[in-house]
């Protein structure tokens, strides 16, 4: 089955630092990856829709000049926490769906990266 | 309208029995309902996902009753096992491109041996 990796699967900063966190497609091309956040014991948030090629897409109340995302090709989107403060703390996971798919709503998650800020 | 209710929000079922977990959503635009397993520490798995066309769907010990009139779905774990321990979670989507998941917000399944 398709895979999408995470790098890095753990990350600790200083509070202030900033933080990328990668997503790739391995065996398949997305043209849309998802960007997620998951608190302990909670469901998952959708943060914003990372598109190839252009903006990406954020829901309310997401900051989009503290996470920026860049899709910069069909197998890669990054998710960079700018100013990390003890509050970005969480589990982030990125899908990506598999634009040549039958089923076009078949989503793949990545492993999730959890980012504890000190 | 965006909402996808998930019930219960923990589970606990001996080994062997059937474990229920059911789903309700408001918005009929949505044609797409997976559900996820996801173990602590990883990322959500994807289990077995319906589209309206269909009542049932049955991969294995897992199956997903769907109830179109309703806006309800479900899924059915036969003969849970210790394994199946996870938290599960569904989810519905529109079948357009670039459309996120909507997910619920999980039911904790325990299964004791």
């Known amino acids: 089955g398709a895979v999408v990796s995470q790098h890095p699967s753990w990350v600790i900063c200083k509070s202030g630092t900033s933080v990328k966190i990668e997503c790739r497609s391995l065996?398949?091309?997305?043209?849309?990856m998802f960007w997620y956040r998951q608190f302990p014991k909670q469901s998952l948030m959708l943060m914003a829709t990372s598109n190839e090629g252009s903006k990406a897409t954020y829901e309310q109340g997401v900051e989009k000049d503290k996470f920026l995302i860049n899709h910069a090709s069909l197998t890669l989107s990054t998710l960079t926490v700018t100013s990390a403060h003890p509050e970005d703390s969480s589990f982030y996971i990125c899908?990506?769906?598999?634009?040549?798919?039958?089923?076009?709503?078949?989503?793949?998650f990545g492993p999730g990266t959890r980012l504890t800020v000190l | 309208q965006q909402q996808v209710k998930q019930s219960p929000q923990s589970l606990i079922v001996q080994k062997g029995g059937i474990s229920i977990i059911n789903c309700a959503y408001e918005n009929t635009a949505f044609d797409y309902f997976p559900w996820y397993q996801q173990f602590p520490g990883k990322g959500p798995a994807l289990l077995i996902a319906?589209?309206?066309?269909?009542s049932e769907k049955k991969e294995g010990r897992f199956t997903i009753s769907f109830n179109k009139s309703a806006k309800q779905f479900s899924l059915h774990i036969m003969d849970s096992q210790p394994g199946d321990s996870a938290t599960y979670f569904c989810?519905?989507?529109?079948?357009?491109?670039?459309?996120?998941?909507?997910f619920g917000k999980g039911t904790t399944l325990s299964v004791s041996s």
């Open positions: 065996d398949f091309q997305a043209t849309t």
């Open positions: 989810a519905a989507s529109i079948d357009q491109a670039g459309t996120a998941l909507i």
């Open positions: 899908s990506a769906r598999d634009f040549k798919a039958l089923s076009t709503d078949t989503q793949y």
């Open positions: 319906i589209r309206p066309d269909v």
